[in-house]
């Protein structure tokens, strides 16, 4: 019964995560629950289900940045965020979920974010890790959310996705956020 709970949960998880990214369902603005900069995928979970060396792919190091073995980008993580880790058929991270009470970050390897063809944007171009990057600026796209950032970076091993949605017009922490995004 455990092992079933679990993997109904994690079902949930995707398929919420999914309708968020897909921008069918929002996240809820809820205060930081998570003491931990990276929730451990697995944690409850019993041994044998998910594939030995998972969980040893992505780290945290003590200054903040995450890094995962299979992507060829890190960035930094503040330790009062929720992060969820979704991975692949192939047990590698796929997606990725950060969360605050006022920030929710998307972070995809090859799969494209879309949102709403009627939202209105402002492109802009920045420099993120080393390339220029278009950055498409969506402002005041819902009743809930101040404005959201949408952009991509090419790396050798696929193209990484990135959505930014915050509840505050202040750019601070998004800003600090996309400055940190590094190629290794």
Known sequence: ???LST?????????????????LLHAPITPASVTSP??????????????????????????????DKNWKV??????EWNVN?????????HQMQISNGSLVIFVSKNEAIGLSNDLTYTTGTRTIAGQSVEVKTYTKPSAQFAYYQLFSIKE???????????????????????????AK
């Open 1 to 3: 019964m455990t092992i």
């Open 7 to 23: 993997i109904l949960s994690k079902l949930a998880a995707a398929l919420t995560s999914l309708a968020i990214t897909l921008g």
């Open 38 to 67: 990276l929730l451990s995928i697995g944690s409850s979970t019993s041994a044998g289900l998910i594939p030995s060396g998972v969980l040893t792919n992505s780290s945290v190091s003590s200054s903040g940045i995450f890094a």
């Open 74 to 79: 890190s960035f930094h993580l503040r330790p």
């Open 85 to 93: 880790e979704i991975l692949d058929a192939n047990n590698q991270l």
């Open 156 to 182: 050798s091993d696929g193209t990484y996705n990135f959505l930014l949605k915050s509840t505050t017009s202040d750019t601070t922490i998004t800003d600090t956020f996309i400055n940190s995004i590094a």
